[in-house]
């Protein structure tokens, strides 16, 4: 199986390293990066109108922007997230 795929990826069949005969019960990827991006934006649109409909000042709503948007972000994608001192560095830039 390796063979089969070293010649097709040298041949340049990238999109057909396998036959589907070979690729057997392997679980199909789900792409759903077009569903976080649209889930990130509308939680981020959601929270900041809250927080403009809140009367927040305008200083306020530009440090809130980039909490937000990494908290969500955090929460969605489930990476690690930042330290403590580059969130600061984002709401408080030098």
Known sequence: ??????????????????????IGDAPKVVHREGLRLLALG??????????????????????????????VGILLYREKGPTPAQLRDLVIPR
């Open 42 to 71: 509308g939680v981020v649109v959601s929270a900041m109108a809250g927080a403009a409909l809140a009367g927040l000042p305008d200083a306020a709503l530009t440090a809130l922007l980039p909490l937000v948007v990494i908290i």
């Open 1 to 22: 199986m390796l063979l089969t795929i070293a010649e097709r990826y040298a041949e340049g069949k990238v999109s057909h390293l396998l036959d589907d005969e070979q």
